[in-house]
């Protein structure tokens, strides 16, 4: 693990010495990794983090967003985008339609903008790992934007390597992965997992059954399986 450490500080090294180092924080496992890894790396003073929130995030994930900026000293930025507010006019994301991206996506960039100078040397850094999915094996560990450059340091960890980062450092995981979620998103995402969906009708019903879309969610997903 320790060898793995020393590879990706070597490998922030190889980027040179950015001007501002923003993180970009989902409030994830993965995001957790390499928050932690830059404000270790180039100092909490140097480190802030960006969460993109689309009004239908768990409300867990932001409480759990305020924990992680008071942990690490850190600044972390909220962007909001209106996925909330889309729905009624776009539907429910699905697999083949995921429009939300796209707006999440907007919204960081904005808030990047807005928060960093336009001469300054940015360095934005991303939890993406090769395991994820076959479209992000196939993005480059650096990659150059318009006016920024993106990193993924740890995009070749396996899952178990970041469980373990996180258990060296006592970091605290959001509570959702101990609820029994493998990743995190939005609520209505058409990511989650069968598992997960009844993870959220067993254990979270209580905080969740008055969420905005919550109950045409599980119409569409499992009928007949949520409660009234």
């Given at each position: 693990?320790?060898?793995?450490?020393?590879?990706?500080?070597?490998?922030?090294?190889?980027?040179g010495?950015?001007?501002?180092?923003?993180?970009?924080?989902?409030?994830?496992?993965?995001?957790?990794?390499?928050?932690d890894?830059?404000?270790?790396?180039?100092?909490?003073?140097?480190?802030e983090?960006?969460?993109?929130?689309?009004?239908?995030?768990?409300?867990?994930?932001?409480?759990?967003?305020?924990?992680?900026?008071?942990?690490?000293?850190?600044?972390?930025?909220?962007?909001?985008?209106?996925?909330?507010?889309?729905?009624?006019?776009?539907?429910?994301?699905?697999?083949?339609?995921?429009?939300?991206?796209?707006?999440?996506?907007?919204?960081?960039?904005?808030?990047?903008?807005?928060i960093?100078g336009?001469?300054?040397?940015?360095?934005?850094?991303?939890?993406?790992?090769?395991?994820?999915?076959?479209?992000?094996?196939?993005?480059p560990?650096?990659?150059?934007?318009?006016?920024y450059?993106?990193?993924?340091?740890?995009?070749?960890?396996?899952t178990?390597?970041?469980?373990?980062?996180?258990?060296m450092?006592?970091?605290?995981p959001?509570?959702?992965?101990?609820?029994?979620?493998?990743?995190?998103?939005?609520?209505?995402?058409?990511?989650?997992?069968?598992?997960?969906?009844?993870?959220?009708?067993?254990?979270?019903?209580?905080h969740?059954?008055?969420?905005?879309?919550?109950?045409?969610?599980?119409?569409?997903?499992?009928?007949?399986?949520?409660?009234?």
């Open positions: 693990m320790l060898q793995h450490i020393n590879v990706v500080r070597r490998f922030l090294d190889s980027l010495k950015p001007d501002r180092v923003v993180v970009s924080f989902s409030g994830g496992k993965d995001s957790l990794v390499v928050l890894l830059a404000v270790k790396h180039y100092g909490a003073e140097h480190v983090a960006i969460y993109v929130d689309t009004g239908v995030d768990f409300p867990l994930t932001r409480d759990y967003v305020k924990l992680v900026e008071e942990k690490l000293g850190i600044t972390i930025h909220s962007a909001y985008t209106p996925v909330k507010e889309q729905l009624g006019i776009k539907g429910l994301p699905s697999k083949d339609n995921r429009w939300c991206t796209l707006l999440k996506t907007r919204a960081f960039k904005e808030k990047l903008r807005e960093t336009r001469d300054e040397k940015i360095l934005v850094i991303v939890g993406d790992r090769d395991t994820e999915s076959e479209t992000r094996s196939r993005k560990p650096v990659r150059r934007r318009k006016w450059l993106e990193a993924a340091p740890i995009k070749q960890w396996s178990l390597m970041v469980q373990l980062y996180i258990k450092y006592k970091l605290p959001n509570p959702l992965y101990e609820a029994g979620f493998y990743r995190l998103g939005c609520y209505v995402c058409p990511a989650l997992t069968s598992l997960e969906r009844r993870v959220m009708i067993e254990k979270l019903w209580s969740i059954h008055a969420l905005p879309w919550i109950n045409e969610y599980f119409d569409r997903h499992c009928p007949g399986t949520c409660p009234k």
